[in-house]
């Protein structure tokens, strides 16, 4: 799954994961809530915890919302600072959701990596709404950077170049999670923010795979999700990004070779300055599962003087059909980009 260890860093301690038990009462809600039998009310279980609550968070207003929950800005109050609360809303929720939205709190928690939003606080609120807390990040998402370069914005707040180097730091940080057995399977530009001082965040983690192996190489990640495998034939992702292993629901196929293919998109879109699949959502679908391998410059022959060689190559490369047969990490990327932004 990933490259040998490198013993000149320090890795995080090989220490024993908490018990479950530790995060009690969310971890023994939800189990409740799998159960056939007979609930307490979310208001009386929780009910200790309203006026810390109402104490610690002041709501400012909506930053995002979806069908099942919405991210709202809020004032942490004994910090001082803006902060972004994510809330599963218990209305359109079920029981399954309920549970991937804890788990998702859970995975990106335990991602300590500077491109991987920090979550600070994960409960239930007054409502009976579950929630996580972290930081509020803010800049410009990828998918509106690439759409300037594309339309030939006069002063596009990035440079193609400037991009590049995003994108490599980018790769680090999906090969920092795969590193940690986490395959994040839904990586798009809209899944990008690019701040104003450097920073580059991956965002949404509600669809990340955890992978079982029985000698891990780092820190494994508890996501005290045994009872939600995701079934076979489940087709998770967004297409135009989506390996054909995904696109096929083949679900035990989905592996860090996965989210390589969806990095091996977003470089083709950022060079060709077009989708790598065209067409309807079921036409890039089909294309997706027939084009081995994808050349920005054979596309985009009008571009081909200023599509570097080695990165058409390096597209080809992470866009095979079959995932043996590309590249073998997102590191490879970050390191092809990283050569040919410094002439190595």
Not at 45 to 67: D, K, N, P, W
Request: some cysteine; glycine content about 8%; proline content about 5%.
């Amino acid at each position: 799954m990933t490259e040998d260890r490198d013993d000149r860093f320090e890795r995080e301690p090989r220490v024993s994961l908490p018990s479950t038990e530790t995060w009690a009462p969310f971890q023994s809600t939800l189990d409740e809530e799998l159960d056939d039998g007979e609930e307490e009310p979310a208001e009386s279980r929780y009910a200790r915890s309203q006026l810390a609550f109402h104490e610690r968070y002041e709501v400012l207003g909506t930053l995002a919302a979806g069908g099942m929950s919405e991210i709202r800005l809020c004032r942490d109050r004994p910090f001082s600072r803006e902060i972004a609360m994510k809330v599963l809303r218990q209305g359109p929720s079920s029981k399954s959701g309920r549970w991937r939205f804890f788990r998702e709190a859970r995975v990106q928690g335990q991602l300590s990596h500077p491109a991987v939003v920090p979550v600070y606080d994960l409960g239930v609120d007054p409502s009976g709404d579950l929630y996580f807390t972290m930081k509020w990040v803010r800049g410009l998402r990828l998918d509106l950077a690439l759409g300037e370069l594309r339309e030939g914005a006069e002063r596009p707040a990035f440079t193609e170049r400037q991009l590049l180097a995003r994108l490599a730091q980018f790769c680090l940080a999906i090969h920092y999670a795969h590193c940690r057995g986490v395959v994040h399977r839904d990586l798009k530009p809209s899944n990008i923010m690019l701040g104003e001082f450097g920073e580059v965040y991956v965002l949404d983690w509600g669809l990340a795979k955890v992978l079982s192996e029985s000698n891990p190489r780092y820190e494994p990640i508890d996501d005290a999700s045994g009872a939600m495998r995701t079934s076979d034939g489940s087709v998770l992702g967004t297409i135009g990004y989506m390996a054909p292993e995904q696109l096929q629901g083949e679900v035990d196929q989905v592996t860090t070779a996965s989210d390589v293919y969806s990095i091996g998109a977003m470089l083709f879109e950022l060079l060709a300055q077009e989708s790598v699949h065209r067409g309807s959502a079921a036409i890039q679908a089909l294309s997706s599962l027939k084009t081995d391998g994808a050349s920005p410059r054979e596309r985009r022959p009008d571009r081909a003087d200023v599509i570097p060689e080695s990165l058409d190559r390096l597209c080809y490369a992470a866009l095979r059909v079959k995932p043996e047969n590309r590249l073998d990490s997102a590191k490879a990327i970050a390191d092809a980009i990283e050569e040919y932004l410094t002439g190595s």
